[in-house]
């Protein structure tokens, strides 16, 4: 173990004995496994053995000390307990597998936890949509800071968080590339919720709460930026695949023409937005997690950075 500034940097050797001891128990299937992993991410029940059941033990009691300081703190004010959910943020780049790591820690989570709700969100959600992109001129740039409803997310966040129940989430889908209309996920008096998005560790300059302030323990999923354009295009040409017989697929007409031009569209995407938000508003933020999950090739994460304070 490394003592770096703010972190122990933990090898996964290392790691792997944390409370896990190494014990090969996941509680989940190979089936379940692969259901819970986003596209083109590789990940075992190795992986989950090494890494996340661990990362489970850990959150266990970070869990369990934010309801004890939940009694405590009402014992002090002299109020009765009320429910309070505990929420983890996980961020990262596009393509980085943070979709994998949310699912999966919500199945784990839910197996120590079965008499708990434990419910999982994405701020995909709380883009604008497209036609509002279009009317504010920053079509080009979704996924940046601007092209998210931030006051949306916020109100949101801060009704979880005050245990106003039911509360609607924006839904997103990927194969129209859209804000679903009139649909929504609901969340319902969760006890622990799980909010992955790019967007969830930044500084937005024009409000005075950021995201983050709701999180009770975050989590960064890293990489090499060159790793991550390699898995970027491995998953733009599954998507094409899967587009190529389905019309109503935003990438349907890529997935018909000639692919290398596609995948030099896919390039130039990368490079001028996805790259750019990369360096400019996501990799600043790694320094804000808890934890930081740090990936090497075929997406086996090698080392773990862990928050001394």
Not at 157 to 184: C, G, M, R, T, W
Not at 267 to 292: E, S
């Amino acid at each position: 173990m490394k003592n770096e500034m703010n972190y122990y940097e933990i090898s996964r050797e290392e790691w792997r004995y944390f409370h896990g001891r190494g014990e090969k128990y996941t509680a989940i299937t190979d089936d379940e496994l692969q259901q819970v992993s986003g596209l083109n991410d590789r990940i075992s029940l190795t992986d989950v053995s090494d890494i996340y059941v661990p990362l489970r033990h850990l959150l266990q009691m970070k869990y369990e000390q934010f309801q004890e300081n939940q009694i405590k703190q009402s014992e002090f004010l002299e109020i009765k307990p009320h429910k309070t959910p505990f929420i983890i943020g996980i961020a990262g780049s596009v393509a980085v597998g943070k979709s994998t790591t949310a699912r999966l820690l919500q199945l784990l989570l839910s197996r120590v936890y079965p008499d708990k709700t434990v419910q999982m969100i994405t701020t995909d959600g709380f883009l604008y949509s497209t036609s509002e992109l279009k009317q504010k001129g920053i079509l080009d740039k979704k996924g940046f800071p601007e092209s998210y409803d931030m006051p949306q997310l916020i109100s949101f966040l801060n009704a979880v968080k005050n245990n106003v129940a039911p509360v609607k989430a924006p839904k997103y889908s990927h194969q129209i590339y859209d804000i679903i209309p009139d649909e929504f996920d609901i969340i319902d008096d969760p006890d622990i919720l799980i909010v992955e998005g790019i967007n969830v560790l930044q500084l937005p300059t024009t409000e005075q709460i950021y995201v983050s302030d709701f999180f009770d323990f975050s989590v960064y999923v890293d990489a090499n930026p060159s790793l991550i354009e390699k898995w970027f295009l491995e998953r733009f040409d599954l998507l094409l695949d899967l587009a190529k017989d389905d019309p109503t697929n935003y990438y349907y007409p890529y997935a018909i023409s000639d692919r290398a031009s596609a995948f030099k569209m896919a390039r130039r995407v990368w490079r001028d937005i996805d790259l750019r938000n990369l360096n400019d508003y996501i990799l600043p933020t790694r320094n804000r997690a808890d934890l930081i999950l740090h990936k090497t090739k075929h997406h086996l994460i090698d080392k773990v950075f862990l928050r001394k304070y």
